[in-house]
């Protein structure tokens, strides 16, 4: 494998930014608007027992579920097990869909949004040195991307913040709608070679993997982000997949391979 990427395609979410703090906060009022519309503050501990199961959270819908979840009794490890059958039972025993919860997310995402772009914005943090390794990447001649399921707007206001400024092209968020790796084979025809992908979510590399013509696409687990420890000893083991530490990413490319 080359040394240095020719193309660095990053997740957002998970892997350039840390946004448990607002993924909290828009759970918590969704989850307050759909079961407990005369709560307000959040009972004391809730928001840290939320942060280590985000990793469950594969649709925003599943937020205020994983809330509700917590608040009906069930223990951090069952959750963690078992959440692929416990989300769409808890969501029909409340006599909820998917789609009713989902625009219930929305909508607190967007009013939030439009009443106090600032505040919303300022929910998100930064992993430590990653801005400044992308800054570095860029000036080595890496043409850099974004690949991510937020909207891109908003990573490039983001971004911004954090002195970092990729052309609007490089930024592609949800509104492409479609598979990572749809996006990763089109970066793949068009862009400066080898391509390399860091991405938090297990899931989304796997798929990657599986694309026949996507084989030679170094792919990497950022084990920093939203997976957990079965998550990464899987990416470890795997003969495709590369675990990648934050403080091995900090450091030159040629060490992402272990």
Not at 71 to 89: F, H, K, M, T, V
Request: contains cysteine.
């Amino acid at each position: 494998m080359a040394p240095t990427p020719g193309t660095l395609a990053l997740d957002f979410d998970g892997v350039i930014c840390d946004g448990l703090i607002e993924y909290f906060q828009t759970a918590w009022r969704a989850y307050c608007q759909l079961f407990e519309p005369d709560r307000t503050a959040p009972p004391a501990g809730l928001a840290e027992r939320f942060y280590p199961l985000r990793p469950v959270v594969e649709s925003g819908w599943e937020m205020p579920i994983l809330i509700f979840a917590l608040r009906s009794g069930y223990g951090d490890g069952d959750i963690l097990r078992n959440w692929s059958q416990i989300a769409p039972e808890l969501t029909a025993d409340a006599e909820l869909d998917r789609a009713q919860v989902a625009a219930t997310v929305d909508g607190v995402r967007d009013r939030w949004i439009k009443a106090d772009l600032d505040d919303w914005l300022s929910q998100h943090r930064f992993y430590p040195g990653v801005v400044e390794r992308m800054a570095q990447a860029q000036e080595s001649g890496t043409t850099l991307y974004i690949v991510s399921t937020k909207e891109g707007r908003f990573i490039r206001q983001l971004l911004s913040r954090a002195g970092l400024d990729l052309p609007r092209a490089q930024i592609l968020g949800k509104e492409v709608k479609r598979p990572k790796y749809e996006t990763l084979r089109l970066l793949k025809a068009d862009q400066p070679q080898p391509l390399w992908f860091i991405e938090d979510r297990l899931q989304a590399l796997v798929e990657a993997s599986e694309q026949a013509d996507l084989q030679d696409v170094a792919l990497f687990l950022a084990d920093w982000g939203y997976n957990v420890a079965d998550d990464q000893h899987r990416a470890e083991k795997s003969d495709r997949l590369h675990l990648l530490t934050l403080d091995t990413f900090s450091k030159g490319s040629s060490e992402w391979f272990g």
